[in-house]
Nanobody, 123 residues
Framework: QLQASGGGSVQPGGSLRLSCEAS????????IVWFRQAPGKEREFVGA????????YYADSVKGRFTISRDSGKNTVYLQMNSLKPEDTAVYYC??????????????????WGRGTQVTVSS
């Protein structure tokens, strides 16, 4: 139901845009979130979109560099990543849930997941 794409390899300072397309049942996700997981590390929150009011939330590590946006017509959410750093290297996942919750940063709270897409930042 979720399909993430757009990963690749870039040099430090470069940009990538990831896409997360929702499909399948006609219910509406109210929370669409990006997580990432680097080798040997736990999955961590990157950013979230609350579809009801369009609010976005970001981890401190990406704030000011990453931007979440959506194309309602395509049922797609994007993660624009600028000024990429080597520490941004990870597999990126999009996740969603039907109801918004206050603990939106915890991966355990999401029942719908897309297949990850690899982002590698290296010179």
């Amino acid at each position: 139901q979720l399909q993430a794409s757009g990963g690749g390899s870039v040099q430090p300072g470069g940009s990538l845009r990831l896409s997360c397309e929702a499909s399948g049942p006609t219910f509406t996700f109210t929370a669409i979130v990006w997580f990432r997981q680097a080798p040997g590390k736990e999955r961590e929150f990157v950013g979230a979109l609350r579809r009801g009011n369009g609010a976005t939330y970001y981890a401190d590590s990406v704030k000011g560099r990453f931007t979440i946006s959506r194309d309602s017509g395509k049922n797609t959410v994007y993660l624009q990543m600028n000024s990429l750093k080597p520490e941004d290297t990870a597999v990126y996942y999009c996740a969603a849930r039907i109801n918004w919750i206050t603990d939106y940063r915890a991966a355990r709270n999401y029942e719908y997941w897309g297949r990850g897409t690899q982002v590698t930042v290296s010179s």
